[in-house]
């Protein structure tokens, strides 16, 4: 049976993180009855801090590094951390 190792992919999107960070911040505070200045300031600070309890998978805030083992069954992915890619 042919092996096929671990894929290993990197992926560069300097918008997607903060996006995606701001977004779920957002959505964090939609059931409160807060208006829209008072959910500004709590956004900025929650996607802070959401940014800071990733930075290590995120150490440069726009690279995403994710290795594929295709011979296992079924193939498996993971989040790789910053320390675990070469040249990060």
Not at 19 to 44: K, N, T
Not at 55 to 64: A, C, L, N, R, V
């Amino acid at each position: 049976m042919a092996k096929y190792g671990k894929l290993r992919l990197t992926f560069k999107d300097p918008d997607a993180l903060d996006d995606q960070i701001r977004e779920h911040a957002e959505d964090s505070f939609d059931d409160l009855d807060l208006d829209s200045d008072e959910v500004g300031g709590l956004v900025e600070k929650r996607a802070e801090k959401i940014g800071e309890m990733i930075s290590q998978w995120f150490p440069h805030g726009e690279y995403i590094h994710v290795e594929i083992d295709l011979d296992a069954k079924p193939p498996t992915a993971r989040l790789l951390a910053a320390t675990e890619v070469v040249g990060s």
